[in-house]
């Protein structure tokens, strides 16, 4: 099965097949960095890892940019063209900070969560204010094209100009304006147009252009002129949250297409948001919680990892506290197969055929396969992989498949990232005991054989006897 992806634009899986062989162009839509990164923002960026990862695995090269927006996303803009304030600005204002610091200190916080979370850097994070030379030439040349108009220091799109505009999102431009889902705006032929450029004297990140002499981009160009600058006209793939999808995407596209002459992307991927405690988070009911919340409860950055990848991403998961404590238990089991490998290949309880369980890890590397394929689907990846675990605890696997079964558990977990597949585990006593125990039953000196297994128990390790030999673990 080749890998297929679900294309927001056509709403249809297709396979996915790169313009250029071997590599994949993908631009991510990063943070607004106006304020502490939290866990329903990390959704749509550990998606766009888990993307790269798998088309990595594919053997793909894959030119990945994500950007960060540091000017330029207003309060409003869930209206195609909105009023309100600078994101930026707003919080700059609130702390009372210049908004150039603002910026950099939660760009900060947000690669070091990235960081921790096991996000591979990508090729490059542009920032948009380091771009704005060539917002400006895509708006110039959207203006030369006739698709863009100036009015005194504001660049409008003219959607008229665009009949495809609306597509993404299913949204009509009619219907938008009865939705009132644009803004209103004398100076605009159209209330459906939106902003490119922006003209204000009071905004405090500004610059002076040929529109002016205190402008600034509308949040849709810098996408648009990034994605250009890095990827060139034509990409492969672009994602986002589902919140993304309008505005933000739909005026990417327009604008893309009519000064590149060609689509920005061939498929347009979202993932949803992440519900708290069984509903949108909110300041109010004290749920916006950040990397270091979960830290401060006892988690490690990878079990977040994992409880964000688990579901789908185009299907709703939900976040609580008591999900992260079974998401700990599931983990230490994806764990635990890496240590039974392990521990298996180090003189362990093997199957005395070495080739036994070659037909199960053959299914487990099938089943990770075909689901990760299946528009990334980890639910069934992960099911793949944590069903290897049974016939270890058993002792029905045979030292070959072992040695088999950890070179694709490594190369599994390079996709998610999540499971310690080498980590170097303290089990020099446990094994010594285990030696113990069993000279003891060999020389039939019970009472020093129950002595050992009682001495094992009180460490919290359980011994399963195997007709292969002992097969342990921690409790
Ligand atoms: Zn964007």
Same mark, same amino acid.
């Given at each position: 099965?080749?890998f297929?992806v679900?294309?927001?634009?056509t709403k249809?899986k297709v396979p996915f097949?790169?313009m250029?062989?071997?590599?994949a162009r993908v631009y #991510?839509?990063?943070?607004?960095?106006?304020g502490?990164?939290?866990i329903?923002?990390?959704r749509?960026f550990?998606?766009?890892?888990?993307?790269?990862r798998?088309?990595?695995?594919?053997g793909l090269?894959?030119?990945q940019?994500?950007?960060i927006t540091?000017v330029?996303h207003?309060?409003?803009d869930?209206v195609?063209?909105s009023?309100?304030d600078d994101?930026?600005?707003a919080?700059a204002?609130?702390?009372?900070r210049?908004?150039?610091?603002?910026?950099?200190g939660?760009t900060d916080m947000f690669?070091e969560?990235?960081k921790a979370?096991?996000v591979?850097?990508p090729?490059?994070?542009?920032?948009a204010?380091?771009?704005?030379d060539?917002?400006v030439?895509?708006?110039?040349?959207?203006?030369?094209?006739?698709?863009a108009?100036?009015?005194?220091?504001?660049v409008?799109?003219d959607?008229s100009?665009y009949?495809?505009?609306g597509?993404?999102s299913?949204n009509?431009?009619?219907?938008?304006?009865?939705g009132s889902?644009?803004e209103v705006?004398?100076e605009k032929?159209h209330?459906a147009?939106?902003a490119?450029?922006?003209?204000?004297?009071?905004?405090?990140?500004?610059?002076?252009t040929v529109f002016g002499p205190d402008?600034f981009?509308?949040?849709?160009?810098?996408c648009s002129?990034m994605a250009?600058?890095?990827l060139?006209?034509?990409?492969d793939i672009h994602?986002?949250g589902?919140?993304?999808?309008?505005p933000h995407?739909?005026?990417?596209i327009a604008?893309?297409a009519?000064a590149?002459?060609v689509p920005?992307? #061939?498929v347009?991927?979202?993932?949803?948001f992440?519900?708290?405690?069984?509903g949108?988070m909110?300041k109010?009911?004290g749920n916006?919680?950040?990397l270091?919340?979960v830290e401060g409860?006892g988690f490690?950055a990878?079990?977040?990892?994992?409880?964000l990848l688990?579901?789908?991403y185009?299907?709703?998961?939900n976040?609580t506290?008591a999900?992260?404590d079974?998401?700990?238990?599931?983990?230490?089991?994806?764990d635990?197969?890496?240590?039974?490998?392990?521990?298996?290949l180090d003189?362990?309880?093997?199957?005395?055929?070495a080739?036994?369980?070659?037909?199960v890890l053959?299914k487990?590397?099938?089943?990770?396969?075909?689901?990760?394929?299946?528009?990334? #689907?980890?639910?069934v990846?992960?099911?793949?992989l944590?069903?290897l675990?049974?016939?270890?605890l058993?002792?029905?696997v045979?030292?070959?498949?072992?040695?088999?079964?950890?070179?694709?558990?490594?190369r599994?977990n390079?996709v998610?990232?999540?499971?310690?597949?080498d980590?170097?585990?303290?089990?020099g006593?446990?094994e010594?005991l285990i030696?113990?125990?069993?000279?003891?039953k060999e020389a039939?000196d019970?009472?020093a054989?129950d002595?050992?297994?009682d001495?094992l128990?009180?460490m919290?390790i359980?011994?399963?006897?195997t007709?292969?030999?002992?097969?342990?673990?921690?409790?």
């Amino acid at each position: 099965m080749t890998f297929h992806v679900y294309n927001t634009l056509t709403k249809e899986k297709v396979p996915f097949e790169p313009m250029e062989a071997g590599v994949a162009r993908v631009y #991510n839509c990063g943070p607004t960095v106006y304020g502490r990164p939290h866990i329903g923002n990390y959704r749509s960026f550990l998606f766009a890892d888990l993307l790269r990862r798998w088309l990595e695995y594919l053997g793909l090269e894959v030119q990945q940019v994500m950007n960060i927006t540091d000017v330029g996303h207003l309060t409003d803009d869930d209206v195609a063209d909105s009023d309100g304030d600078d994101k930026v600005e707003a919080q700059a204002r609130r702390e009372q900070r210049d908004p150039f610091e603002i910026t950099r200190g939660y760009t900060d916080m947000f690669l070091e969560d990235m960081k921790a979370l096991g996000v591979r850097e990508p090729l490059a994070r542009p920032r948009a204010t380091e771009y704005i030379d060539e917002m400006v030439v895509m708006v110039e040349k959207l203006i030369e094209a006739g698709h863009a108009y100036r009015v005194g220091g504001n660049v409008y799109f003219d959607v008229s100009t665009y009949p495809a505009y609306g597509r993404l999102s299913g949204n009509r431009v009619e219907d938008l304006v009865a939705g009132s889902r644009v803004e209103v705006n004398q100076e605009k032929r159209h209330p459906a147009d939106f902003a490119l450029w922006k003209s204000d004297e009071a905004h405090l990140m500004k610059w002076e252009t040929v529109f002016g002499p205190d402008g600034f981009p509308g949040w849709h160009i810098e996408c648009s002129a990034m994605a250009k600058a890095l990827l060139g006209d034509q990409i492969d793939i672009h994602t986002g949250g589902e919140d993304n999808v309008f505005p933000h995407h739909e005026c990417e596209i327009a604008q893309s297409a009519c000064a590149n002459g060609v689509p920005l992307a #061939n498929v347009w991927m979202h993932a949803k948001f992440l519900q708290v405690d069984g509903g949108k988070m909110s300041k109010s009911l004290g749920n916006v919680y950040t990397l270091p919340d979960v830290e401060g409860r006892g988690f490690e950055a990878r079990h977040l990892r994992f409880a964000l990848l688990r579901g789908h991403y185009r299907t709703q998961i939900n976040f609580t506290w008591a999900i992260m404590d079974e998401i700990r238990a599931r983990l230490e089991n994806l764990d635990e197969v890496a240590v039974l490998l392990h521990r298996l290949l180090d003189g362990g309880a093997a199957a005395a055929d070495a080739e036994a369980g070659r037909d199960v890890l053959a299914k487990t590397i099938s089943g990770f396969e075909e689901g990760m394929n299946d528009d990334l #689907n980890a639910p069934v990846a992960l099911a793949a992989l944590e069903g290897l675990r049974k016939p270890l605890l058993e002792g029905q696997v045979g030292e070959a498949v072992a040695q088999d079964a950890l070179a694709f558990y490594r190369r599994a977990n390079e996709v998610f990232g999540f499971i310690e597949v080498d980590k170097q585990t303290a089990d020099g006593e446990v094994e010594a005991l285990i030696a113990a125990r069993n000279a003891a039953k060999e020389a039939k000196d019970w009472s020093a054989a129950d002595a050992a297994r009682d001495a094992l128990t009180a460490m919290g390790i359980e011994l399963q006897d195997t007709p292969n030999g002992v097969v342990w673990r921690r409790k």
